[in-house]
């Protein structure tokens, strides 16, 4: 379920992205025409598209265990831009259109950043803990049980030392390996994090 809503999430963001260049480019450009015949046009399926954004978004965001910072940032950056752009594109101001553009594509960065944070990139953190709170709980939730993205309950795993490890190690259907990512040291930390904190519990 929550794999699906984050695979719509993203082709909604995508097309919605993808209308939203075109109508820039076509203001850019002193096509006015143009544009307005592709507002006319793309009107219905630009709604459909907000909406499944939107939709999806706060539905994954319900499935956070918390909140990250960087999200908050992204959210606020997105709705900013969208009376921008509304403003931008009725009045044809270039440069309001053109500023709401980057607003997108700026929260589409910190979007980037903020699953790499979550999943991915070099880490620093040294404590299990850190690690698991870093790169494991958007998925397995703080605690392991959250099962976002399809991801097995660690509280109830049965698995070894070894079994646990070589699957962070070597991934898994919807998990990444994350041999690139952690480090021999980091692997062993975070196994042991969760044998100790999570399992049984
Ligand atoms: C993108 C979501 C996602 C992230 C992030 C993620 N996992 Fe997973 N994890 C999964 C999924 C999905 C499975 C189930 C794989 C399968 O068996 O099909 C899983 C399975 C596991 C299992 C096996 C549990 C069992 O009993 O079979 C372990 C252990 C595990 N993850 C640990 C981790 C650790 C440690 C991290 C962080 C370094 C992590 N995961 C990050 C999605 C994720």
Redesign the pocket.
Request: net charge positive; charged share 15%.
């Given at each position: 379920m929550a794999t699906g809503m984050l695979h719509t999430h993203y082709l909604c963001v995508i097309l919605f992205t993808l209308i939203y260049l075109v109508k820039t480019i076509l203001l850019l450009s002193d096509r006015h025409e143009l544009l307005e015949s592709f507002r006319r046009k793309t009107k219905v399926p630009e709604m459909i598209v907000s909406f499944g954004f939107l939709a999806t978004g706060i539905y994954l965001m319900t499935q956070l265990p918390a909140i990250p910072a960087m999200l908050i940032v992204k959210i606020a950056l997105v709705v900013l831009s969208i009376p921008l752009a509304v403003v931008g594109f009725k009045k044809k101001n270039k440069v309001l259109a053109s500023f709401s553009f980057f607003l997108i594509i700026v929260s589409f960065g910190l979007a980037q950043k903020v699953r790499q944070a979550?999943?991915g990139g070099a880490v620093a953190a040294v404590s299990g803990k850190e690690?698991?709170e870093d790169?494991?709980s958007?998925?397995?939730g703080d605690n392991g049980k959250l099962g976002?993205?399809?991801?097995?309950d660690?509280s109830v795993?049965?698995?070894d030392h070894k079994g646990?490890a070589d699957?962070?190690a070597q991934g898994?259907?919807?998990?990444?390996s994350?041999k690139d990512v952690?480090t021999t040291a980091q692997i062993e930390a975070?196994t042991s994090y969760?044998e100790s904190d999570l399992k049984g519990k």
């Open positions: 979550k999943a690690i698991f790169k494991c958007l998925c397995h976002l993205n399809g991801a097995k660690l795993t049965k698995l646990i699957i962070i898994k259907n919807g998990m990444a994350y952690l975070v969760i």
